[in-house]
T-cell receptor, first 113, second 115 residues
Framework: AQSVTQLGSHVSVSEGALVLLRCNYSSSVPPYLFWYVQYPNQGLQLLLKYTSAATLVKGINGFEAEFKKSETSFHLTKPSAHMSDAAEYFCTVSGPGTYKYIFGTGTRLKVLA | GAVVSQHPSWVICKSGTSVKIECRSLDFQATTMFWYRQFPKQSLMLMATSNEGSKATYEQGVEKDKFLINHASLTLSTLTVTSAHPEDSSFYIC???????????FGQGTRLTVV
C-alpha cells in the first residue's frame, strides 16, 4: 500500500527566506510523486512531478524537489519565498499502472512580510 | 497542459433536494475521472473513481446511493448529491489524467452549501 506523510501542517517563513516543505512516502513499487498547490476555493495546480527520470525535479514558480530513495523523501524547496507563495501544498503519490493518487494531509505555507 | 472544467463553482441548495456537479475534460478524452471531497483545512478524500461506460468504483464508507456518479461520455462525468443534507456541505473536486502515472488535472472545485 502507498502512503504519504507531510511533516508540519503549518509552516511560516519570512519573505525572501528558504521554503522547505517535507514529504515522506511509502511505496512497495517505484513511486510517481507530485507536488500540488491549492489557493483558497480553487482546484489544485501541479508544481512538479517525479516519474523516475532525474532525481532533482524543477517545477514552476521557482520550486524544486529532490527524490531520495534512501530516505523515502520528496521534499519541496524554494530558495526565496514570495508573498504569492502563501497557499496549501499537497504531496501526492501514485503507483505504476494506476490513475489513483494518494494525497498527503497538506501543509499550509504562510509568508511573513 | 490539459484542462478540466468543473461546474458550478458554487451552489446553495435546500435540504432534501439534489444537486448535480459536472466535470468536463475540455481538450482530451478521459476514460477515468476521480471525485474528491475536501473538508475545511483538510486534505482531499477520494470518494470514487468514475469509469466511462461502466459503474463507478466507490471508496469505502462513501454511500453510492447518496453520491451518484455518471460517466456517460469520454469528456463528461457528473456527481449528483441526492437528498442533500447540511452535512453534505463541502468542497468537491474532480480530476482526470491523460494516462496512467501522469499528473492529474483538477477542476476548479465546487463549493456546496446545503441549508
Amino acid at each position: 500500500a502507498q502512503s504519504v506523510t507531510q511533516l508540519g501542517s503549518h509552516v511560516s517563513v519570512s519573505e525572501g527566506a528558504l521554503v522547505l516543505l517535507r514529504c515522506n512516502y511509502s511505496s512497495s513499487v517505484p513511486p510517481y510523486l507530485f507536488w500540488y498547490v491549492q489557493y483558497p476555493n480553487q482546484g489544485l495546480q501541479l508544481l512538479l512531478k517525479y516519474t523516475s527520470a532525474a532525481t532533482l525535479v524543477k517545477g514552476i514558480n521557482g520550486f524544486e524537489a529532490e527524490f531520495k530513495k534512501s530516505e523515502t523523501s520528496f521534499h519541496l524547496t524554494k530558495p526565496s519565498a514570495h508573498m504569492s507563495d502563501a497557499a496549501e501544498y499537497f504531496c501526492t503519490v501514485s503507483g505504476p499502472g494506476t490513475y489513483k493518487y494518494i494525497f498527503g494531509t497538506g501543509t499550509r505555507l504562510k509568508v511573513l512580510a | 497542459g490539459a484542462v478540466v472544467s468543473q461546474h458550478p463553482s458554487w451552489v446553495i441548495c435546500k435540504s432534501g433536494t439534489s444537486v448535480k456537479i459536472e466535470c468536463r475534460s475540455l481538450d482530451f478524452q478521459a476514460t477515468t475521472m476521480f471525485w474528491y471531497r475536501q473538508f475545511p483545512k483538510q486534505s482531499l478524500m477520494l470518494m470514487a473513481t468514475s469509469n466511462e461506460g461502466s459503474k463507478a468504483t466507490y471508496e469505502q464508507g462513501v454511500e453510492k446511493d447518496k453520491f451518484l456518479i455518471n460517466h456517460a461520455s469520454l469528456t463528461l462525468s457528473t456527481l449528483t448529491v441526492t437528498s442533500a443534507h447540511p452535512e453534505d456541505s463541502s468542497f468537491y473536486i474532480c480530476s482526470a489524467s491523460l494516462a496512467e502515472n501522469t499528473e492529474a488535472f483538477f477542476g476548479q472545485g465546487t463549493r456546496l452549501t446545503v441549508v
